[in-house]
C-alpha cells in the first residue's frame, strides 16, 4: 500500500482510468443533444465515473487505515504509537497490541461494511427485459 504521501497519484489514476471507462459514445450524445464539455462532465460522465471509481477509491481508505501504524515511524502519536508507549510502561505488550489489532480490526470492519452499503446503492438496475424480443 503506498504512503500518503503518494495517495494523491494513485487516487488521480483511479479516476482517470474510471472516466476512461465511460464509453465514448455517451459524451457523443451529450454534444449531439447540445450539452457543452462542462455540462456533459458534470451531468453524464462524472456520476457514471464515480460508480466506477468508487470501490477502488474506498479501498484505498481502507488500506490507509490500516497503514496508520506507518506513521509512528515518523513520531506522529496515533493509535499504534500509543500502545507502544504504554507497553513500555506497563511492560505487558501483548495485550497492549492485540487491544490495538482489535481497535485496528473494528475500524475496517465498519469501513468494509459502509463500502458495501454504497457499492449496493450505486449499481445500475438494468432494465427488465422485453417479452417478444
Not at 461494511?113 to 427488465?128: D, G, M, S
Request: charged fraction near 15%.
Amino acid at each position: 500500500m503506498p504512503l500518503p504521501s503518494n495517495l494523491g497519484a494513485y487516487n488521480a489514476e483511479i479516476f482517470r482510468s474510471a472516466i476512461q471507462a465511460v464509453p465514448e459514445g455517451q459524451t457523443e450524445a451529450a454534444y449531439m443533444v447540445g450539452l457543452s464539455y462542462r455540462q456533459t462532465m458534470t451531468r453524464i460522465v462524472m456520476p457514471q465515473a464515480f460508480r466506477i471509481a468508487f470501490p477502488p477509491l474506498f479501498n484505498s481508505l481502507i488500506g490507509l487505515t490500516k497503514d496508520t501504524s506507518l506513521a509512528s515511524s515518523i513520531t506522529v502519536v496515533e493509535l499504534f504509537t500509543t500502545a507502544q508507549q504504554i507497553a513500555a510502561r506497563t511492560y505487558e505488550p501483548f495485550a497492549l497490541y492485540c487491544e490495538a489489532a482489535v481497535i485496528y480490526l473494528m475500524i475496517c470492519t465498519v469501513l468494509t461494511w459502509v463500502q458495501n452499503y454504497f457499492e449496493k446503492k450505486l449499481v445500475w438496475n438494468a432494465p427488465a427485459p422485453v417479452k417478444g424480443e
